[in-house]
C-alpha cells in the first residue's frame, strides 16, 4: 500500500493541481446520472446494516427464553425465530439489491469515463500525444479506471456499511449496557495503533525489497531480452551466478519484509480477543449483578467481533479510497485537457484539389523559446515535386506535421487551393493528402483491412492490384492464410521492409491528390526499392508530392528542394541553383554522395 | 504446478511446521466459545465471580497462545516461501540459459521475462498463502463442526446440513465466477489495445480520417466490457446474500433445537451461546477460504506456465567432439586413418574445407516456406566470405546455422570435415566469434564487455582487438578508457560505437572463424574499410564471413555468395559474379551507377 501511494506522490506534478475535494466533486458529478442508484444504494445499505445488527439482539432475547430445564417459554423462542427469520430475509434481499446497484452505478460510470478519456485522445493535438509518453495515457485509461472502480466499489460497499456497523453497533451496543460499550470502545483502537506500528516498521524492509526486485528485473530484462548474445558468447554460467547472486538477497529481503508484515493480523486478532475477554468478564459480572441478561451478554459477545471487524478492515478501505480519488484526478486531467483548436463553424470541405500548396510568412515552434520555421515561404504548383533534405535529426517531419495540420502555425498561414488550412476541415485536407511514413504502422487486422484502410470499400482486384504495384502480393500470397493473414499490434512477424511496402500499398489504392512520402523507403532494400521506383513515379504523375527522402535522383528530379538543418529551411530552389549557390546544399550534395555509394 | 513442489524440498521441515502451527492457533480459537459457555453456566449460574475471572484469564492465555502459534507459523511460511521463489527463479534463469534459438524463437523474450517476474512473484505468493492459510480454514470450518458433537449430537447434525451447503454455495459462486473473470480480463485487453493503437498510430489514423470509426470500435469494446463486469457482478453479488440466509436458518435451527433440548435438561444455555459462536465462526472461515482459492487458482495457472518452459526439453542433441579433437584429425590423417579419413576428405587426402555446406535447408519453426533452400558450398581456412542479397533473402539465416543456432533440416555442414552435431555446442561456439546484426552491450565497462568474448584476455588484448576494431580511439578519448561505464543498451553510445566494440567483443576471443552479420552498416565507408583491412592483416587470420547490403563491403572477399529468396543465385569472385549472375550485377549496379564503375 504504502509503495503505491509513494509512486502516486512522485506522478504528482507541484503545486496547480485541483485538491481531492475538487476531484470528489466530479466523481460525484459523473455520479449524477446515476442518482437514483446511489439513493437506493445507500438506504438498502442502512437497511441490511440495521437489520443485521437487529439479529444478534434478537438472538439474545432467544437465548433468554431458554434458562434451563423446565424454563423454557417455547412460544417466546419460536416468535423470536420468526422474526430473525424475517430479518434474514429482508436483509439478503436488501444486500443482493445493493450490489447490484454498486456494480451498476460503478461500472456505469467507468464506462462513461473511459469513452470520454477516449474521445478526447481523439482530439487532443498531436503536441500533447507526442509528448507523453503512450504507456503514460495507456496506463491512465486502464490502470488508473481500475483502480478507480475498485475503490469506488469497495468505497460504497466497505467504507459506507463499515461506518453504518461501526455507528450502528455502538448505538445497539448503548441500548443494552453504558459500561460494557465503553470497555469496547476504549480496547478497540489498540488493534488500530498495532496494525499501523508495524506497517511503519515494515516500510523500510518493503523498500528494501522492491529495490532489489528492480535490480533484478533489470537483469532479467537485460540477459533474457539479449539471450541469444548470451548464448553466442556461451555466457550462460557467469550469468546465472550474477543471477543468483541477486536472487540471494532477494529471498532475504523477501523473508524479511513478508515475515515481519505478516506479524500485523495475529496481533490484530489477538488485541481482538482481549476486547472479547474484556466484554466476557465485565458482561459476566453485570449479569452476576442483574444488570444483564445471559442473552444480553451473548449478543454483546457477537457485538465485540463485529465491531472490531470494520477497524480491522478500514485503514485498508481508506488507502484503497485515496488512491482511488488519485487515480481519478489523473484521469480528470487527461479528460480535461485542452484539446485541438475546433474547426470553424464556417469550415469548408476540401474538393477538387488539384494540388496548389501554399506556404505564407509560416513561423513555428514546438517550444516557445526555440524558434525553429521562421517567415518560411513557399508555393507549390499542380503536380510539383518538393524534396525536404538534410542530416538526420533536423526536423524534416515538422513540414509534414505542418502540412497536415498535425500542428497549426504559430504565424502565417499554409494553404491548400487557395483556402487556409485552418478553414478547412480536417477531415477534407487529410484526405487529400496520402502518407507514408519512415515509422510504419500497422493496425491489428488482417493485412487486407489494413490496406483497404483508406478506401474500405475496395473490391478484391483493386486491392491486389495495389499490393502489386507495391511488390508485396507474392509474399501475401506465400502467407498460410493470404490477405486475411492476422497482424499483431507489433506487426508480428513481418520485417520491417514488409511492413513498410504494406503502408505503400495502402496510398497506392486510394490515390488521393496530393502525397508525403517520409523515408517512405528507408527499410526496404535496394533491389525492391528499384521495382517499387516505377510505380511510384507512375502514381506521382501530376500529383503535388512532398519527399523526405536521401535517394540523390529522387532529390535532383525534384521542382523545388527545401534544405533544412537543425530544424530551420535554410536554403530552397532547385537542383541546379542550389548547388551553384555553393552552400549547404552543395556540401551535403557531396558528402551524400559518398554515402550514397556506401549506402545500397 | 506440481512439479515445481520440488523446491520445496529443503524446507520440508518449515512447510510441515508452518500449516501445523496454523492449526494449533485454531484450535485455540475453537476453544474460546467452550470457555465462554463455562463462564455462563459455572460462573454466572453460580455467581462466583473467582471463577470468570479465571476463566477470563484462561481466555487471554488462549489468545497468548495463539499469537505465539501463529507468529511461528507465520515464520516458517514466509521461509519456505522465500527459499521456494529462489529456487524456482534460479532454476528458470539456469533453464532459459540451456533453451535453444528455435525455442526462444517460439517463446518470444517478453514471455520469458514474464515469467521470471510476475509469475514467479504470483506464485510465490500462492505458496505462502496456502501454507499459512489452507490448512486453517478448513480445519475451522470443520473443527467447529466436531465441536459442535462434543456439546450436543443433535445439535451438531445442523452443522453436518448447513456446511455442505454453504460450500455449495460459496465454491458454486467461484466457480462460475471465475472463467467469467477470464473473460472480463480478455475484454480490458481489447480495450487496451484499441488505446494504445490510437496512440502509436495516430498520425495514420487522422490522416485516414478514421477517427469516427476508432470511436465506435471502442465504445463497442468498452461497452462490452461494462456488460461482462455488470454480468459477473450480479453472481457474485449472490454470495453474500446467500449464506447469511444459510448461516441464519442454521442458528434458527439450534435456537429451536436449543429450547427443546435445554427444556428438557440435555444443554445448558451457555452451550446454546457456544453453538450459536460456532455457527458464526464457520461463514467467516469459509468466505475467507472462497478468496483464499481464488489467489491460489491464479497462483496455481501462473505456476503452470513457468511449469510448461521448465518442462521444454531443449530440442538439440549435443555432440562430445571438441574443436582441438576435430582439427588435429584433419591436419595430422595419419594417427586414426578409419573412420575420419573418409568424413575428412571424400576420399582425397587433401585439408578438408573449415566450412562446407552441402544441400542445406532451413525452415523456421511455424513458418510455411523454407528460408534456405538447398545451399551447397565450401570455405578453406583463413578464408573471407561475402554473403549479399535484399531483405529476408536469408543471408542472417544462413550464417547463425554455423555456430549451430539453428539445426537445418536438410543436408549437411561440416566444419573442418566434421559433421556439425558430433561437436560439443559449447566449445564449438567457443571458437567463433559472432557479431550479430543488433549491436547489443551490457550495462558494465568496456573491459567487462569485451570481456565476454575470453575472460581471461589481458589488457593489452583488449587493445589489440580494439585497435582492429577500429574502436581503440574513441575508447581512448572516454573517461576512465576501458573503465568507461556502459549504460543499460549501451544508451550512452552511438550506433558506429557500438557496432565497433561488439566487432572488437568478437576478436578478443581470437576466434577460428569470425561472423559479421551486416555489423559494419553504422561505420562510415573509410572505417568500414579501415576495419577489413585489419582483419586480414590479423596473424593466422580466422576465416571470415561478412554479410552485408553493401557491395563495397564484400567486393574484395575470396568468395561472394548471392542470395535471392533462400537460394543460392550464385557463388564466385566478384568479377566472376559480375560477368555471369544477373542477381548480383543488379545488387552492385544499383549501388554503384555504371559510369561510376566503368571510371
Known sequence: MADTINTTDQKTEAGQRPGQGETLKKVFRHLGKYRIFVAFSILLAAVSVALTLYVPKLTGYAVDYIVGPGQVDIPGAVSVMIQIGACTLVTALAQWLMNICNNKMTYQVVQDIRNEAFRKIEILPLKYIDGHPYGEVVSRVIADVDQFADGLLMGFTQLFTGIATIVGTFGFMLSVNVTITFVVVLITPVSFLVANFIARRTFSMFRLQSEIRGEQTGLIDEMIGNQKVVQAFGRGKDVTERFDEVNERLGKAYLKATFFSSITNPSTRFVNSLVYTGVGITGAFAVVNGALSVGQLSSFLSYANQYTKPFNEISGVVTEFQNAVACAQRIFDLIEEEHQTPEPADAVELSGVRGNVKAEDVSFAYEPDQKLIQHFNLKVKPGQRIAIVGPTGCGKTTLINLLMRFYDVDGGSISVEDTDIRKITRRSLRAGYGMVLQDTWLKTGTIRDNIVMGRPDASEEEVIAAAKASHIHSFIRRLPKGYDTWITEDGGGLSQGQKQLLCIARVMLCRPPMLILDEATSSIDTRTELKIQDAFAELMKGRTTFIVAHRLSTIREADVILVMKDGQIIEQGDHKSLLSAGGFYRHLYQSSLCSQERRG | ?599
Open chain 2, 1 to 599: 504446478m506440481r512439479s515445481l513442489l520440488i523446491y520445496l524440498k529443503d524446507y520440508k521441515k518449515e512447510s510441515i511446521l508452518a500449516p501445523l502451527f496454523k492449526m494449533l492457533e485454531a484450535s485455540f480459537e475453537l476453544l474460546v466459545p467452550l470457555v465462554m459457555a463455562a463462564v455462563i453456566d459455572v460462573g454466572i449460574a453460580g455467581e462466583d465471580r473467582a471463577y470468570i475471572i479465571r476463566m477470563c484469564l484462561v481466555l487471554i492465555a488462549l489468545g497468548l497462545i495463539g499469537l505465539v502459534c501463529s507468529i511461528t507459523a507465520q515464520y516458517f511460511s514466509a521461509k519456505a516461501a522465500a527459499g521456494f521463489g529462489t529456487g524456482v527463479r534460479h532454476a528458470l534463469f539456469a533453464h532459459i540459459q540451456s533453451l535453444t534459438f528455435t525455442e526462444m524463437d517460439e517463446i518470444g523474450s517478453s514471455t520469458l521475462i514474464t515469467r521470471m517476474t510476475s509469475d514467479i512473484n504470483q506464485t510465490q505468493s500462492g505458496v505462502n498463502l496456502v501454507l499459512r492459510l489452507f490448512l486453517r480454514s478448513p480445519f475451522i470450518v470443520f473443527g467447529a463442526m466436531i465441536m459442535a458433537f462434543t456439546v450436543d449430537v443433535q445439535a451438531a447434525l445442523i452443522f453436518v446440513v448447513v456446511i455442505p451447503v454453504l460450500s455449495v454455495i460459496v465454491f458454486g459462486v467461484m466457480l462460475i465466477t471465475m472463467p467469467l473473470y477470464r473473460k472480463v480480463q480478455s475484454h480490458l485487453d481489447s480495450v487496451l489495445l484499441a488505446t494504445r493503437e490510437n496512440l502509436t498510430g495516430v498520425r495514420v489514423i487522422r490522416a485516414f480520417n478514421k477517427e469516427d470509426e476508432e470511436r465506435e470500435r471502442f465504445e463497442r469494446e468498452n461497452q462490452a466490457l461494462t456488460d461482462a463486469q455488470k454480468f459477473v457482478g450480479r453472481i457474485s453479488g449472490l454470495m453474500n446474500p446467500l449464506t447469511y440466509i444459510i448461516v441464519n436458518g442454521g442458528i434458527i435451527a439450534l435456537i429451536y433445537v436449543g429450547a427443546l433440548r435445554v427444556d428438557i435438561g440435555d444443554l445448558t444455555q451457555g452451550e446454546v451461546v457456544a453453538l450459536i459462536n460456532y455457527m458464526s465462526q464457520i461463514l467467516v472461515e469459509l468466505v475467507k477460504l472462497a478468496n483464499l482459492i481464488i489467489t491460489v487458482t491464479k497462483a496455481v495457472a501462473c505456476g503452470n506456465r513457468i511449469e510448461s518452459v521448465l518442462k521444454i526439453r531443449p530440442d538439440m542433441q549435443n555432440g562430445s567432439l571438441t574443436w582441438g579433437e576435430a582439427t588435429e584429425r584433419c591436419a595430422g590423417h595419419g594417427t586414426d586413418k578409419n573412420s575420419e579419413e573418409v568424413k575428412c576428405s571424400d576420399g582425397s587426402h587433401t585439408v578438408p574445407p573449415a566450412v562446407e555446406f552441402s544441400g542445406v535447408s532451413l525452415t523456421y519453426r511455424g513458418a510455411g516456406a523454407e528460408s534456405l533452400s538447398d545451399i551447397s558450398f565450401s570455405v578453406g581456412k583463413g578464408e573471407t566470405i561475402g554473403i549479399i542479397g535484399g531483405t529476408g533473402s536469408g543471408k542472417s539465416s544462413l550464417v547463425n546455422l554455423i555456430p549451430r543456432f539453428y539445426d537445418a533440416d536438410d543436408g549437411q555442414i561440416r566444419i573442418f570435415g566434421s559433421d556439425i552435431r558430433a561437436y560439443d555446442i559449447e566449445d564449438l561456439r567457443s571458437h567463433i566469434g559472432i557479431v550479430p546484426q543488433k549491436a547489443v552491450l551490457f550495462k558494465g565497462t568496456v573491459a567487462e564487455n569485451l570481456r565476454w568474448g575470453n575472460e581471461k584476455a589481458s589488457d593489452d588484448e583488449l587493445y589489440e582487438a580494439l585497435e582492429i576494431s577500429q574502436a581503440r580511439e574513441f575508447v581512448d578519448r572516454k573517461e576512465g578508457g576501458l573503465d568507461f561505464q556502459i549504460e543499460q543498451g549501451g544508451r550512452n553510445l552511438s550506433g558506429g560505437q557500438k557496432q565497433r566494440l561488439t566487432i572488437a567483443r568478437a576478436l578478443v576471443r581470437r576466434p577460428d572463424i569470425l561472423i559479421l552479420d551486416d555489423s559494419a552498416s553504422a561505420l562510415d565507408y573509410a572505417t568500414d574499410a579501415a576495419l577489413r583491412t585489419a582483419i586480414r592483416l590479423i596473424k593466422d587470420g580466422p576465416t571470415v564471413f561478412i554479410v552485408s547490403q553493401r557491395a563495397s563491403s564484400i567486393q574484395y572477399a575470396d568468395k561472394i555468395l548471392v542470395l535471392d529468396d533462400g537460394e543460392l543465385a550464385g557463388a564466385g569472385t566478384h568479377e566472376e559474379l559480375l560477368a555471369v549472375c544477373p542477381a548480383y550485377q543488379e545488387i552492385y549496379y544499383s549501388q554503384f551507377p555504371k559510369e561510376a564503375a566503368n571510371g
